[in-house]
């Protein structure tokens, strides 16, 4: 008994159907039009697909496009340059604090010297408060001659007195937190758990950006450093999640520093300047080398590929140096699946792109199609179309079935819709398949009897009661039809020609079809196929998917197909033979004496051989049917002379229309009369 679970629906139960066949007919679509089998998956998964429902999978254009809009929308969001306006209102906070504390500072000294005056004598009150008055003068002056540009401040606020705590305190959270942005390209683990920046704290940060250099020095000296007992003195600076190997910790840090200097660079001349400048000035001597040797030592063991991206930000929202770091990691990662995404679109493989980025970043929903876009393959695998052999994707069999039986049924379906009517195929005979109509039987008939009609027979030549008396001339029988063995050569244009007019897709596609109709209709048939442009060669029937025009060709040797494929039925034991040429022009190469000959127009000696040698077609009982794809529908003298040498018929038929008219011709030759 069955067993149903049932749950509220809340909208994630809405999964996307992919259907093996219509995956498969899809590949099919992709493969007749490029014949390589790997890049008709990557089409698969580029051009979207929807299920039974008309839902819609995104393609991987989409999901690019959908990176570079969330991308976009963080460019059109911020404005960089309020990281240094940041700064400046900070420090005019700072100043303004000062001025305020020292106006506080004398009203506070002149208080004190009128509580006081009673206990002081008026000549240490006055030496008292001329003293904090100068000192107050001398600081307003230098408030007042501060440099306009941020370093220049800062560096003269770094040696200034203050009178002020509050101010005091400011400027140096101001002081540390800029030393946290100088050394958070490096250390930007070490810096979420550091809570002050003094003299010790860099001294600490130096010893751990040592110990990584020493590192890095023994591997490009050739020698393994020891990776765990570093991690036994430093693993606790990186909080967490510390680096598993030396070369996660170099890739980490290569990808901070590429971080902070893609926003250095997206600032302006001025203050791109201001801000190196700035950070710069926040180390000291020995931990700016030491920084520097790191960044030496990191691209010679491992060169960096690309310069770091600037990016053009044009929006109005202020943003800190801090949050602006966080921006950049999320911009770099947003660029790095972007790339990967473009990999797969060039042939690369889809399991590059990582599934956890791809949910932080654009969403769970995107990360869902994305896992279904991966399983395209994956399900075509299961469901026995493709296989990995050889480190690539192949057809089965059964994918190649799939492939003729889709182009077959198009073929018949357009032909069911179209009222041209273009074959007869009641063509009746004997002791075959039995068909709808009936006859007087005859000695030597199959006795397929129709009752009824047998038993009306009897009835109007005899009218009676029953019993029934049935005499020999009421019997009805079934009329029946013969089909018959035939071996055909299949001769397809492989031109230049064939391509640029838009019709070697159709040619293909008919051409598996044939292959299809015959091997599940008609087993016994015999089907060659030979492919053609400047050279003629056979096509093996398992390789007719993957077949492809011949590039950059624009030559047609007819004659030479027309030779193999003679030999080829010359090999069978079958009355009936036939060839069917594909093409769209005229015979514009030959072989004579074992060399090529090539001419466009046609020259008069190719034209004579190729037409004798249909001629020799026709003396060893072969018929060549041409269907010329010409747009144009217009016969030329040598097609007309064509069809006198092989005792053959000439369609004159369109990309459209040509499985209409072969295969429906191939199967109306089937049937005869015995």
């Known amino acids: 008994m069955a067993i149903y679970r049932y749950s509220e629906w809340d909208g994630t139960q809405e999964l996307f159907d992919l259907d093996a066949d219509k995956l498969m007919d899809e590949l099919g679509r992709h493969l007749l039009s490029y014949g390589d089998l790997s890049y008709a998956l990557r089409r698969l998964q580029h051009s979207g697909i929807r299920d039974s429902q008309g839902r819609h999978l995104p393609s991987l254009q989409e999901l690019l496009n959908r990176l570079r809009q969330q991308r976009q929308q963080q460019l059109d969001k911020y404005d960089l340059s309020s990281i240094l306006d940041d700064i400046r209102l900070r420090l005019d906070d700072i100043v303004n604090t000062e001025r305020q504390g020292i106006e ?12 006081t005056a009673s206990e002081l004598s008026s000549e240490m009150i006055e030496k008292l408060a001329k003293s904090v008055e100068e000192r107050a003068a001398q600081n307003l002056k230098k408030l007042e001659e501060l440099p306009s540009d941020v370093g220049g401040r800062i560096k003269e606020l770094s040696r200034y007195d203050f009178m002020d705590d509050d101010a005091k305190r400011q400027f140096q959270e101001l002081l540390d937190m800029l030393k946290r942005n100088a050394i958070q390209p490096y250390a930007r683990d070490l810096m979420q758990q550091i809570e002050s920046m003094d003299p010790s704290t860099l001294a600490e940060i130096r010893r751990l950006v040592e110990a990584i250099n020493r590192m890095l020095e023994d591997r490009l000296r050739g020698e393994e450093p020891d990776f765990q007992e570093f991690l036994r003195q430093f693993g606790h600076f990186f909080g967490s999640q510390p680096p598993q190997s030396l070369d996660e910790l170099m890739e980490r840090l290569q990808n901070q520093m590429a971080q902070a200097q893609s926003l250095i660079d997206s600032l302006s001349a001025n203050d791109k300047k201001a801000l190196e400048d700035l950070l710069d000035s926040m180390l000291d001597d020995a931990t700016r080398f030491e920084l520097s040797k790191l960044a030496a030592n990191l691209e010679a063991l491992n060169p960096t590929r690309h310069l770091p991206r600037p990016y053009l930000f044009s929006g109005n929202e202020s943003i800190s140096y801090t949050e602006a770091l966080k921006l950049m990691e999320m911009l770099h990662k947003l660029d790095m699946v972007e790339a990967h995404l473009k990999e797969a679109q060039f042939g690369g493989s889809l399991d590059n792109v990582d599934e956890k980025l791809i949910t932080e970043l654009v969403g769970e929903q995107t990360a869902k199609e994305l896992e279904q876009l991966r399983s395209i393959t994956r399900i075509l695998e299961e469901s026995g179309y493709i296989q990995w052999t050889d480190n690539r994707y192949e057809l089965t069999p059964h994918g190649m079935r799939r492939i003729g039986q889709k182009a077959l049924k198009d073929i018949f379906a357009h032909l069911k819709k179209d009222s041209l009517g273009i074959h007869n195929l009641n063509l009746k005979g004997l002791g075959g398949e039995k068909t709808d109509e009936t006859k007087k039987y005859e000695f030597g008939d199959g006795f397929q009897i129709h ?16 019993p029934l008396h049935i005499s020999p001339d009421d019997f009805e029988v079934f009329r029946t039809e013969t089909l018959t063995m035939s071996a055909t050569v299949l001769m397809l244009d492989l031109s230049l020609s064939m391509v640029l007019r838009g019709n070697f897709q159709a040619a293909k596609r008919v051409a598996i079809a044939l292959d299809n109709l015959i091997r599940t209709q008609y087993p016994r048939d015999i089907l060659d196929i030979i492919g053609f442009s400047t050279y003629a060669r056979v096509v093996k029937r398992e390789d007719l998917p993957y077949i492809n025009w ?40 030959h072989i004579e004496n074992g060399h090529l000959f090539l001419q466009f127009p046609p020259a008069l000696r190719t034209l004579q051989l190729t037409l004798k040698e249909a001629k020799r077609c026709t003396q060893n009982g072969i018929i060549v049917n041409t269907f010329m794809l010409d747009t144009l529908q217009l016969p030329s003298t040598f097609v007309t002379q064509m069809a006198k040498a092989s005792k053959g018929r000439v369609f004159f038929s369109t990309a459209d229309n040509l499985g209409q008219y072969l295969l429906v011709d191939y199967v109306a030759n089937k049937r005869r009369r015995i």
């Open 550 to 589: 011949d590039e950059f060709d624009p030559y047609t040797n007819i004659q030479q197909a027309l030779s193999m494929a003679r030999g080829l039925l010359g090999k069978t034991r079958c009355n009936n033979k036939q060839i069917i040429l594909i093409t769209d022009g005229e015979p514009t190469a």
């Open 104 to 115: 506080q500072r004398l009203e506070e000294t002149r208080q004190r010297a009128k509580e």
């Open 451 to 466: 009752l009824q009609k047998t038993i009306m027979n009897s009835l109007l030549h005899q009218p009676q009661i029953p």
